[in-house]
């Protein structure tokens, strides 16, 4: 735990580090999912539809952490002056044999506890949302390049019950934007808001990823 130097002062402990460690790991998750979430929103998605796995969302967060990365360190920084202040509270309240001492500075670390929980994940939430906003920016701008253009053929149920929206997504105008075991999410990037189109996979025959990434003139409308 954290150990009071002969000023004082309080000095980081293994087990200290081990504390602000274990909270760092649900504050990266939080900042993915946040990401997630506010990007996703842009294609008109929800997260409780989409089967985004635990480790992609941990990914998401280092994303935000390079694009962010200034606030990112700073609210790091708050989080650990935060536990010091907190730990030397409970610190100085052990040490003190008056009642009425060590009852304020428990009173000082207990109400500091809630408040520096609650602002380092409301902070890193909001990094989240910052930094899908900046990347859905950038995506617009350059033409949704970062997803290939995809050629969708439906089963011939499928394609009978609709031959319009067949032949358009066999056109190879689509991007993909995601992929899981039940769906396949493509979108037509046509603008600054683009809706997405899912495409159940039991209702596709076979998928072509091209290796395109611009648009084509035939492809525009």
């Known amino acids: 735990m954290a150990n009071q ?16 460690t274990t909270i760092l790991i649900p504050l990266l998750y939080t900042a993915g ?13 929800g997260m409780n539809g989409l089967t985004i796995p635990k480790e992609t969302l941990f990914l998401y967060s280092f994303w ?4 962010q990365w200034l606030i990112t360190i700073v609210s790091v920084l708050f989080l650990i002056f ?9 610190l100085k309240a052990r040490n003190h044999e008056s009642k009425k001492i060590l009852n304020f500075y428990q009173y000082i670390g207990l109400s500091l ?5 609650f602002g380092v994940f409301t902070l890193f939430y909001h990094l989240g949302d910052r930094t899908a906003d900046h990347v859905y920016e950038n995506q617009v701008q350059s033409d ?3 997803y290939p253009r995809v050629k969708v ?5 499928t394609a009978k019950e609709s031959e319009a929206i067949a ?5 190879g105008c689509y991007r993909l934007l995601l992929r899981t075991k039940d769906n396949l999410y493509v979108f037509f990037s046509g603008g600054y808001k683009n809706p997405t189109e899912i495409i159940p996979q039991e209702k596709v025959r076979s998928v072509r990823i091209l290796p395109l990434y611009q648009s084509s003139e035939n492809c525009k409308n």
């Open 5 to 20: 130097n002969k000023n004082g002062g309080v000095s980081l402990g293994l087990f200290d580090i081990g504390t602000i």
């Open 33 to 45: 999912w946040s990401f997630a979430y506010h990007y996703f929103q842009h294609f008109h998605l």
């Open 64 to 67: 935000v952490i390079k694009d």
């Open 82 to 90: 935060s536990y010091l202040v907190i730990r030397m509270c409970f």
């Open 113 to 117: 506890v809630p408040v520096a929980i």
């Open 144 to 146: 949704f390049s970062s």
């Open 153 to 157: 053929w439906l089963t011939e149920e």
């Open 167 to 171: 032949d358009e997504w066999s056109r």
